[in-house]
């Protein structure tokens, strides 16, 4: 009985479950409803009545949820030097599935404090000095969060040789976490440990605080931020399972209204032979967001980044044309294309969310010139041979045109130092399956894998 | 006893990765605590890598004859960071040609540096005197 699955996906706007039988291993059914901000059991409870089921069969399902709704899970990332345990905390955070609000380098000033308490972060991730490293800093950094008039969860991953020391500095008040130091070594990336305490204060506390407890009662619990989940997913899909082989490295693409994330899956090594590696290692599972580009909210400060002529020339608009509807979606962001050429515009934008968001994700490659003869170096990950980007999210799985859209992830002559996928396969995540699956891969990394499979891999759908 | 923590690079364009990797393991068995940025480290590299660790030395190698060019304004660079009276040793091919060794010596001591070795050195030649300055 227990091989009965409700996966829920409390999201900004939609609350969406599906049922699967894990038995069967297939889909059983599908629906949504809208998110009740105030009291989300409201909109899980019609999301959970549109299911084409019988009610014995929902009862006796498990339910699992995760959750983007009340703004997701807002975070502030602090470390010592911005490129180096400062950019590690914010991967650690962004692999967490958080929004990351801000990041701060060096030592809090009473100006950081104030900004901090403005933002109202629901976790605060402090990091700083590696191993038997600097300890001034987070010492430091932590009076000064110390000293917050209202208390946030702290999770603290910074140098080990005083993390018992920065616990210390904190009054009872405050939820403290010690997670391993996310840098405990120049050059050496530990997110994992670190994301995993965020998970969990995730869902022993900020469910609470934001009121999404108020679902509890319909389900077993909310277990991670909807990014985690997705993450999770696209994890498994690359990696496989015990038994299974994954698909190797892969990206996936999400374009919303406000954000663009990216997810890639591979070790991004250099693809050609006698090129240099510089700089910090990534992640093996890196996520980006980039909170400039979206067709909604955001869409601006897209179109600032793109160039409104850009769009305009490839739809044969006048800039004007370009602007004023872009004015008119950010000032209503529930505005659907009406008609065939705001379609095509909606599908430009989007375009353009993907081209800018994975070619900030991606690694570069430049030239040096040294007495040795010229040499290659490269920046960050290697994508280049990543042989699958898959879309997801409501832009690109409801728009009419979803290769066209993902296509922007793709490299192009003109930027040949841009270490893009050269000639990936789309797939699109026609029925929101990646959050679900990347739920039920906690336990069911089996089932979940053949589930995501099956329906990434079916044309007919 | 403390254990002394040492930053350890190439400067600049410079590829040369063999020694770099022979002092590593000379230092780290001499009993110090060695963050190898190896080749290609430029001068931020090298300011980040001493903050965060909380460095006791800076050690630059330069063996392509350009080294004064990748390392002028690197003691600039340490003391706006807040950490200007680090220890900082420079050895290898520092300059083209044949010039006088005691011109070189002045020439990177005012750069910054409070040891400079010539080509060849060993590394237990360089040990004692690092110990010693930094007060084992």
Redo the contacts between chains.
């Keep these: 009985m227990e091989r009965k699955f409700v996966l829920i996906d409390i999201g900004s706007t939609f609350t969406k479950v599906t049922a699967v039988d894990l038995a069967a291993a297939e889909i059983v059914a599908r629906a949504s409803a809208p998110t009740t901000p105030t009291d989300v059991s409201v909109g899980l409870r019609m999301g959970l009545e549109a299911l084409v089921l019988p009610e014995e069969q929902i009862a006796v399902s498990r339910k699992l949820a995760c959750s983007s709704a009340a703004g997701g899970l807002r975070m502030v990332a602090i470390g010592?030097?911005e490129?180096?345990?400062v950019k590690a905390a914010k991967q650690a955070a962004l692999g967490a599935g958080a929004r990351v609000l801000r990041t701060y380098s060096f030592q809090l000033t009473e100006e950081d404090r104030h900004e901090i308490i403005e933002l109202q972060p629901d976790i605060i991730l402090l990091a700083?000095?590696?191993d038997?490293?600097?300890?001034v800093n987070i010492l430091h950094n932590a009076k000064v969060l110390a000293s917050l008039p209202e208390p946030v969860p702290i999770v603290i991953a910074g140098n080990r040789s005083v993390s018992a020391e920065v616990k210390g500095l904190f009054p009872q008040s405050f939820s403290t976490y010690v997670a391993p130091n996310v840098?405990p070594?120049?050059?050496k990336l530990v997110v994992e440990p670190a994301r995993e305490v965020i998970r969990q204060v995730f869902m022993e506390k900020i469910v609470y605080a934001k009121g999404l407890n108020k679902a509890a009662r319909y389900i077993e619990g909310i277990f991670m931020p909807t990014p985690a989940a997705v993450l999770r997913a696209g994890r498994l899909l690359s990696e496989g399972t015990r038994t299974t082989a994954g698909w190797g490295d892969l990206m996936v693409v999400d374009v919303g209204g406000a954000t663009t994330d990216v997810h890639s899956f591979g070790s991004g090594e250099p693809s050609k032979a006698g090129v240099?590696l510089?700089g910090l290692p990534e992640p093996h599972a890196k996520r980006t967001v980039e909170g400039d580009l979206g067709v909604r909210v955001s869409i601006l400060s897209l179109l600032e980044a793109v160039g409104t002529a850009v769009v305009a020339e490839e739809l044969g608009w006048t800039e004007e044309e370009v602007l004023a509807w872009a004015e008119r979606l950010s000032a209503q962001p529930e505005l659907l294309p009406g008609n065939e050429r705001e379609e095509e515009l909606d599908a430009a934008l989007a375009r353009q969310a993907v081209r800018f968001g994975v070619g900030r994700h991606v690694g570069r490659l430049s030239e040096?010139?040294?007495?040795?003869g010229l040499?290659w170096?490269q920046d960050g990950k290697d994508l280049s041979e990543v042989k699958t980007v898959i879309g997801t999210g409501g832009v690109v799985v409801n728009s009419r045109r979803p290769e066209q859209i993902l296509s922007g992830a793709a490299g192009t002559e003109n930027a040949p130092f841009e270490l893009r996928p050269k000639e990936p396969q789309y797939l699109v995540d026609r029925l929101y399956i990646m959050a679900p699956m990347g739920l039920l891969a906690e336990e069911y990394p089996e089932e979940a894998f053949a589930l995501l499979t099956n329906v990434l891999e079916s044309k007919s759908l | 006893m403390e254990t002394k923590t040492l930053v350890l690079g190439v400067i600049g364009s410079d590829v040369h990765a063999v020694g770099n990797k022979i002092l590593e393991i000379a230092f780290r068995e001499a009993g110090f605590n060695v963050v190898n940025l190896g080749v290609l480290v430029s001068q931020k590299e090298f300011v980040e890598a001493a903050l965060e660790t909380n460095a006791d030395a800076i050690m630059v190698s330069s063996l392509y004859g350009h080294a004064e060019i990748d390392v002028r304004g690197l003691r600039d660079l340490l003391i706006e960071a807040g950490i200007g009276d680090i220890l900082m040793y420079i050895g290898g091919y520092l300059v083209v040609g044949s010039q006088e060794w005691s011109e070189v010596e002045e020439k990177f001591k005012k750069l910054g540096f409070d040891r400079v070795y010539p080509p060849s050195t060993l590394p237990q030649d360089v040990i004692p005197t690092l110990r010693a300055d930094l007060g084992l």
Aim: hydrophobic share 40%; aromatic share 4%; net charge neutral.
């Design positions: 010592l030097v490129d180096l345990t700083g000095g590696t038997g490293g600097n300890t840098m070594q120049i050059g240099v510089r040096l010139f040294t007495p040795s040499i170096v």
